[in-house]
């Protein structure tokens, strides 16, 4: 078992394969052998059977005038073993207590008759007419068959029996050289069958070999590598398939993951810098000019929200990606609307807001995450429209879900900005350029809520004119 294990899987497949070939070409050699031994046997003792029928015919039941006795047998005995002897077949006639009173042998080159076996001869003494069986004599085997003689071809009296032996030297020839060709065919079979398994299995495992092969690569680092096999449709070739894409999917997660990471270093190391500045005009005396602290400290203050504000936001993050802990319960949205305009208004710096109030609804929700989420949205609304923009919000039912959306008619979002503002430290060019930096997290953080929900966010945009956020959410 242990061997077993420790053999490749080609070899095992390869092994087995050939192993079941060979019971196969065994069993049907086997077989075919006893079958033409049988047949061929069968057949000399019919023909011996035929022949000596019209002899015995003649030497019985030639004389009409009267039926022959056991002392006309005895007459006739020699006559009847000579003529149905001959080269390679020999007759004793026996009587019907099963002494020889005959024996057909004359010349030497004629066979030597075995002596009869009583087992035999009492049973065709008792009138059995199919008596065949085979002895061994010296090197060679004799077929011996037995012919009961009847008074009357069909009468039930027995005055004695011929025996026929004939050795089976040209059977048991042409049985060597028919075992010859069949040894010879399976070995044949054998071997083109263990070359032909070996190369099949060789072939149908030499993807799975590659696949390893990338496997072992993969694990030293490089990630770029792929099995590509697209001429194998086998399971071997979906296998492959299904690997490169596993390894795409691993690869753009850490691209992604490693991006992230660059990101937020890159935002950190920027307040990190300011504040770092700062400390060092004020170390170097700056101190005994009032008014230089209270600006360096003012903004110090700034960059020492911007990082919480950072942190925070990070924390929110790394939190909806690790748990699906949402405090979810029943809203009403109508109720929900109403405080959070009241609280928006305060927000919007003579910007109008519009609440289009929509169908009376309770949905299943966590009540603070979706207000960050609107918070969050309406935040980007106030940034991008200008003091005299109006920003609109509401809902309407859709089966088993409820579409939220929030529009502006602000500067809008161009179509190269439009497909990355989902992606954290995302920033478009006009929020970087013209407004107060944000840390680009906002929107990742809304997607990541939503999706918490089981729900999905879109966009729609165009420069000038406004956008309009919307996202979907299930009713419980
Ligand atoms: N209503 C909007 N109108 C125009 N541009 C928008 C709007 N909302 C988002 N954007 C664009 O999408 C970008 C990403 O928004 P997001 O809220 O993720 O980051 P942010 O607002 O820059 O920073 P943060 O929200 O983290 O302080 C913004 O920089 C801005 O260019
Ligand atoms: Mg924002």
Same mark, same amino acid.
């Given at each position: 078992?242990?061997?077993?294990?420790?053999?490749?899987?080609?070899?095992?497949?390869?092994?087995?394969?050939?192993?079941?070939?060979?019971?196969?070409?065994?069993?049907?050699?086997?077989?075919?052998?006893?079958?033409?031994?049988?047949?061929?046997?069968?057949?000399?003792? /019919?023909? $011996?059977?035929?022949?000596?029928?019209?002899?015995?015919? &003649?030497? !019985? @039941?030639?004389?009409?005038?009267? #039926?022959? %006795?056991?002392?006309?047998?005895?007459?006739?005995?020699?006559?009847?073993?000579?003529?149905?002897?001959?080269?390679?077949?020999?007759?004793?006639?026996?009587?019907?207590?099963?002494?020889?009173?005959?024996?057909?042998?004359?010349?030497?080159?004629?066979?030597?008759?075995?002596?009869?076996?009583?087992?035999?001869?009492?049973?065709?003494?008792?009138?059995?007419?199919?008596?065949?069986?085979?002895?061994?004599?010296?090197?060679?085997?004799?077929?011996?068959?037995?012919?009961?003689?009847?008074?009357?071809?069909?009468?039930?009296?027995?005055?004695?029996?011929?025996?026929?032996? /004939?050795? $089976?030297?040209?059977?048991?020839?042409?049985?060597?050289? &028919?075992? !010859? @060709?069949?040894?010879?065919?399976? #070995?044949? %079979?054998?071997?083109?069958?263990?070359?032909?398994?070996?190369?099949?299995?060789?072939?149908?495992?030499?993807?799975?070999?590659?696949?390893?092969?990338?496997?072992?690569?993969?694990?030293?680092?490089?990630?770029?590598?792929?099995?590509?096999?697209?001429?194998?449709?086998?399971?071997?070739?979906?296998?492959?398939?299904?690997?490169?894409?596993?390894?795409?999917?691993?690869?753009?997660?850490?691209?992604?993951?490693?991006?992230?990471?660059?990101?937020?270093?890159?935002?950190?190391?920027?307040?990190?810098?300011?504040?770092?500045?700062?400390?060092?005009?004020?170390?170097?005396? /700056?101190?005994?000019?009032?008014?230089?602290?209270?600006?360096?400290?003012?903004?110090? @203050?700034?960059?020492?929200?911007? #990082?919480?504000?950072?942190?925070?936001?990070?924390?929110?993050?790394?939190?909806?990606?690790?748990?699906?802990?949402?405090?979810?319960?029943?809203?009403?949205?109508?109720?929900?609307?109403?405080?959070?305009?009241?609280?928006?208004?305060?927000?919007?710096?003579?910007?109008?807001?519009?609440?289009?109030?929509?169908?009376?609804?309770?949905?299943?929700?966590?009540?603070?995450?979706?207000?960050?989420?609107?918070?969050?949205?309406?935040?980007?609304?106030?940034?991008?429209?200008?003091?005299?923009?109006?920003?609109?919000?509401?809902?309407?039912?859709?089966?088993?879900?409820?579409?939220?959306?929030?529009?502006?008619?602000?500067?809008?979002?161009?179509?190269?900005?439009?497909?990355?503002?989902?992606?954290?430290?995302?920033?478009?060019?006009?929020?970087?350029?013209?407004?107060?930096?944000?840390?680009?997290?906002?929107?990742?953080?809304?997607?990541?809520?939503?999706?918490?929900?089981?729900?999905?966010?879109?966009?729609?945009?165009?420069?000038?004119?406004?956008?309009?956020?919307?996202?979907?959410?299930?009713?419980?």
């Amino acid at each position: 078992m242990k061997l077993w294990d420790k053999l490749s899987l080609r070899t095992r497949l390869t092994l087995l394969h050939s192993g079941l070939l060979a019971l196969i070409v065994c069993i049907l050699g086997v077989t075919f052998f006893i079958d033409t031994r049988n047949l061929l046997i069968e057949n000399t003792a /019919s023909h $011996l059977r035929a022949r000596a029928k019209p002899i015995i015919e &003649h030497w !019985l @039941y030639g004389q009409k005038n009267h #039926l022959p %006795t056991s002392d006309d047998l005895k007459q006739i005995a020699k006559s009847l073993a000579r003529d149905l002897t001959s080269r390679n077949t020999v007759a004793l006639i026996l009587d019907k207590h099963g002494r020889t009173i005959a024996n057909g042998k004359m010349l030497p080159e004629e066979p030597s008759p075995p002596s009869p076996n009583p087992v035999y001869y009492s049973q065709a003494l008792a009138g059995k007419n199919e008596v065949n069986y085979i002895i061994s004599q010296s090197n060679h085997h004799t077929l011996v068959i037995l012919i009961p003689l009847r008074q009357t071809p069909t009468s039930q009296k027995i005055i004695g029996v011929v025996q026929l032996s /004939s050795p $089976l030297t040209s059977v048991e020839q042409t049985l060597f050289y &028919h075992g !010859l @060709y069949l040894a010879t065919g399976a #070995l044949i %079979t054998l071997f083109m069958g263990f070359g032909l398994g070996f190369l099949l299995t060789s072939s149908a495992l030499r993807g799975l070999k590659r696949v390893i092969n990338i496997c072992q690569e993969i694990s030293k680092g490089n990630l770029n590598l792929r099995v590509n096999l697209p001429k194998r449709q086998d399971e071997i070739g979906q296998l492959a398939h299904a690997f490169d894409k596993m390894v795409e999917c691993i690869e753009s997660t850490f691209e992604a993951q490693r991006r992230f990471v660059a990101n937020a270093a890159h935002e950190l190391r920027t307040p990190l810098t300011v504040l770092r500045g700062s400390l060092d005009v004020l170390l170097r005396g /700056s101190q005994d000019d009032p008014a230089a602290v209270t600006r360096l400290s003012q903004g110090m @203050y700034q960059e020492v929200t911007r #990082l919480a504000r950072l942190c925070d936001q990070l924390l929110d993050l790394a939190k909806l990606e690790t748990s699906t802990k949402i405090q979810k319960r029943p809203l009403n949205l109508n109720d929900f609307f109403k405080n959070f305009i009241t609280q928006a208004q305060l927000l919007t710096q003579g910007r109008r807001i519009v609440l289009r109030e929509g169908p009376f609804v309770t949905l299943v929700v966590d009540p603070d995450m979706l207000k960050q989420i609107l918070f969050n949205l309406l935040y980007n609304a106030i940034q991008h429209t200008d003091e005299t923009g109006t920003i609109t919000l509401g809902w309407k039912l859709i089966p088993n879900q409820v579409e939220i959306w929030i529009a502006d008619n602000g500067e809008g979002i161009s179509p190269q900005d439009l497909p990355h503002i989902f992606e954290p430290f995302y920033r478009g060019k006009n929020a970087t350029s013209k407004r107060k930096k944000g840390t680009g997290l906002g929107l990742a953080l809304v997607k990541s809520m939503i999706e918490a929900h089981n729900g999905h966010i879109e966009v729609k945009s165009q420069l000038g004119q406004g956008t309009v956020f919307t996202f979907r959410l299930p009713l419980h």
